[in-house]
């Protein structure tokens, strides 16, 4: 079999015989069927875009340091909002409130771990601060995310938990044992009330390092009595109503957490 010389980069095949050559040698025939055989595929997990956030004007995000991450374990984050983006160039969003910053917080060149939530995913990238803007106010110029990771949180998403609340209307201690966005489930040693009557839950919860406050209102929807300790236990599950849009973003950043943080409370 006549083999083709190999020729010299850039040189250009002028007739259609030195096309025809090229199919002939072995060497290529195997190649493609080597393909066909082992059905080796180069399908990606499909890139996340940042059109695909859906996010707009005002849109909450909590941004952290990556220094914090990496050296000291901690978890100093920062909630800030969306102001707006260029494609592909910049992310624009605001300086923190000053409750939340001591000092300068941030330098321009530091690497940023951002997290945000939008419909039932939460997502997180990496970007840095490329410009700090303090007239006519603050605001960050981030650099434009290019690799966003996402994860789904089912509506139906519980978290295992041990905090300690009240019911307001009756002042009655109770422990959240677990919680969702939807509903709770609680251990008190009174009874909550009569089933589908409705109370108010009292409890702070821990995101990011930050104390946040809860009042919600719940309807209770199974209650069961048991001893533990030769103690009357009462475990009640309830279902929120009228919860407000920041109480679940709050609850979703929490879940987010425990995802992220402790998979193993996740039931």
Request: aromatic share 8%; proline share 5%.
């Amino acid at each position: 079999m006549e083999l083709i010389p190999i020729q010299k980069r850039d040189y250009i095949f002028k007739t259609e015989d030195e096309l025809k050559q090229l199919e002939e040698p072995p060497i290529f025939r195997i190649q493609k069927q080597d393909q066909e055989q082992t059905g080796i595929t180069t399908n990606q997990p499909e890139k996340i875009n940042f059109k695909d956030m859906h996010l707009k004007v005002g849109h909450k995000m909590h941004l952290t340091l990556a220094t914090y991450a990496k050296n000291s374990g901690e978890s100093n984050s920062y909630a800030t909002s969306m102001i707006g983006y260029v494609q592909d160039s910049t992310l624009i969003v605001s300086m923190p409130a000053s409750d939340q910053l001591i000092g300068e917080p941030f330098i321009e060149g530091d690497q940023i771990h951002v997290r945000l939530i939008t419909g039932q995913y939460a997502y997180k990238f990496t970007v840095f601060v490329d410009k700090i803007i303090k007239v006519p106010f603050k605001y960050l110029h981030l650099s434009f995310p290019k690799d966003i990771q996402d994860q789904s949180i089912r509506k139906s998403r519980r978290i295992k938990c041990n905090l300690q609340a009240t019911v307001a209307e009756k002042a009655i201690p109770i422990t959240i044992s677990d919680l969702s966005i939807c509903g709770a489930g609680i251990t008190s040693h009174l009874p909550l009330g009569t089933l589908g009557s409705v109370v108010t839950l009292s409890f702070v919860i821990s995101v990011h390092d930050r104390e946040i406050p809860l009042f919600i209102k719940a309807v209770i929807r199974s209650a069961k009595q048991s001893t533990k300790k030769n103690q009357k236990i009462i475990c009640s599950g309830v279902e929120y109503t009228g919860i407000k849009p920041d109480q679940v973003f709050a609850l979703r950043h929490l879940i987010y957490q425990e995802i992220v943080e402790h998979p193993e409370n996740i039931i």
